[in-house]
């Protein structure tokens, strides 16, 4: 099993920045693709970005130049800079971890964009 505990949300003016974390721990080992998701108002869960264990990334269009995802494998902690945040950007933020097939979920944390 692996626990993935998110933090780091909250809320933020037009414009502004946030910094979410995940922590995985449990069976931590040959953990592979880790990404950030998210679930806005009335919405179906999206992906947001993703980062293999090698540093590879991939990136929802609606987040390219604003937001960077990256990954300390030493930490066991994978993070989500986010740039000039919008209120379209309001949503439950998730943490995903794939281990062996499996795929494991943060209970998420808010991020409101709003003035």
């Known amino acids: 099993q692996v626990q993935l505990v998110e933090s780091g949300g909250g809320l933020v003016q037009p414009g502004g920045s946030l910094r979410l974390s995940c922590a995985a721990s449990?069976?931590?080992?040959?953990?592979?693709?880790m990404g950030w998701y998210r679930q806005g108002p009335g919405k179906q869960r999206e992906l947001v970005a993703v980062?293999?264990?090698?540093?590879?990334?991939n990136y929802a269009d609606s987040v390219k130049g604003r937001f960077t995802i990256s990954r300390d494998n030493a930490k066991n902690t994978v993070y989500l800079q986010m740039n000039s945040l919008k209120p379209e950007d309001t949503a439950v933020y998730h943490c995903r971890a794939g281990r062996f097939g499996n795929v494991y979920w943060g209970q998420g944390t808010q991020v409101t964009v709003s003035s």
């Open positions: 980062i293999t264990s090698g540093g590879s990334t």
């Open positions: 449990g069976s931590i080992f040959s953990i592979g693709l």
